[in-house]
């Protein structure tokens, strides 16, 4: 039963235009978000993270939005560039409670020159 | 600088050997993780650990084993691989959920 959903496997988008991520999630007692963004050969990285008691993060090019009711989030990044091309991973944990972050399967960027 | 590191960064072994995987960080962190990665299923935890003395299962730990005796080494011991564990590995530390976790580089484990 997957609680974290990637549900776009993969993802092409121009340079300079704006990229979307989307993810669901199912438990409702998750109550921190985050994303990681991830390039062959090396490990996840920490990328932007939301609370659920705010329903928009921004850090530079990326932002982050939660739709509690609607159990979804998605990542913008704006405007996209080349080195944005990487598998992005949407991760969820309850915060509170300090368990372990459940990741989605993750969503392969591809920017296009 | 403080990092995370995992060892080997490739391996191949054989179908019932028994094989360790290191991971090493000098962050100081508490706690402390390994995923497994494939495709389709992304990231799935196997075992993680809060502090020393602490071990817990995740979702896919049938088959693997930790220990934690010190602040910081989590190794993982696959106790007779199997084909099936034919995977990406990467070892995560995180001090604080806030923050997120730090991970390794990871180590690409062949069972044949």
């Known amino acids: 039963d997957q609680q974290v959903k990637q549900n776009s496997p993969s993802l092409s988008v121009q340079e300079g235009r704006i990229s979307i991520l989307n993810c669901d999630y199912t438990?409702?007692?998750?109550?921190?978000f985050l994303w990681y963004k991830k390039y062959p050969a090396e490990g996840p990285t920490f990328l932007i993270s939301?609370?659920?008691?705010?329903d928009k993060n921004e850090d530079g090019r990326f932002t982050v939005f939660l739709n509690k009711s609607a159990k979804h989030l998605s990542l913008h990044i704006v405007p996209s560039q080349p080195g944005d091309s990487a598998v992005y991973f949407c991760a969820a944990s309850t915060y509170s409670g300090n368990t372990p972050l459940v990741f989605g399967k993750g969503t392969r960027l591809s920017v296009i020159a | 600088d403080a990092e995370i590191t995992q060892s080997p960064r490739h391996k191949i072994t054989e179908t019932g050997r028994q094989v360790t995987l290191a991971c090493h960080q000098t962050w100081n962190h508490n706690n402390m993780f390994w995923y497994r990665q494939d495709l389709g299923h992304g990231l799935r935890l196997i075992h993680y650990s809060y502090g020393v003395q602490d071990t817990n299962k995740g979702e896919v730990s049938d088959g693997y084993s930790v220990s934690r005796s010190n602040t910081e080494d989590l190794p993982l011991t696959l106790e007779s691989a199997a084909s099936s564990q034919t995977s990406v590995y990467f070892c995560?530390?995180?001090?604080?959920?806030?923050?997120?976790?730090?991970f390794g580089s990871g180590t690409r484990l062949t069972v044949v």
């Open positions: 939301i609370s659920s008691i705010k």
């Open positions: 438990n409702s007692m998750f109550d921190y």
């Open positions: 995560a530390s995180s001090d604080s959920q806030l923050y997120g976790y730090t």
